[in-house]
């Protein structure tokens, strides 16, 4: 069964930055999107950005845009989230998704 696991979370100050990994344990999947989801305290999971099996960000949640980047390396079944001018609003934990299967998820903490 695939396997996704996250790291590179981590507690910054507003304004920080910080960059996620999701490794899959499994080359196949080089053939599907992937996905970075987050859940905030109280909130629902919301869908952050979706990267294409080309690599392309297809779809990037409005509150992030021109902060975070998505993207991957097939070659190393590897997604990655680069998140810059951290918010507090941004504190979530991290989930990565591709198919039925989800990481175990990385807490990002934004305070001052």
């Known amino acids: 069964e695939m396997q996704l696991v996250e790291s590179g979370g981590g507690s910054v100050q507003p304004g920080g930055s910080l960059r996620l990994s999701c490794i899959a344990s499994?080359?196949?999947?080089?053939?599907?999107?992937m996905r970075w989801y987050r859940q905030a305290p109280g909130k629902e999971r919301e869908l952050v950005t979706l990267i294409t099996s080309d690599g392309d960000m297809a779809y990037l949640e409005d509150s992030v845009k021109g902060r975070f980047t998505g993207s991957r390396d097939n070659v190393k079944n590897t997604m990655y989230l680069q998140m810059n001018s951290l918010k507090p609003e941004d504190t979530a934990v991290y989930y990565c998704?591709?198919?039925?299967?989800w990481g175990q998820g990385t807490q990002v903490t934004v305070s001052s």
């Open positions: 998704n591709a198919m039925e299967y």
């Open positions: 499994e080359s196949r999947i080089r053939y599907y999107p």
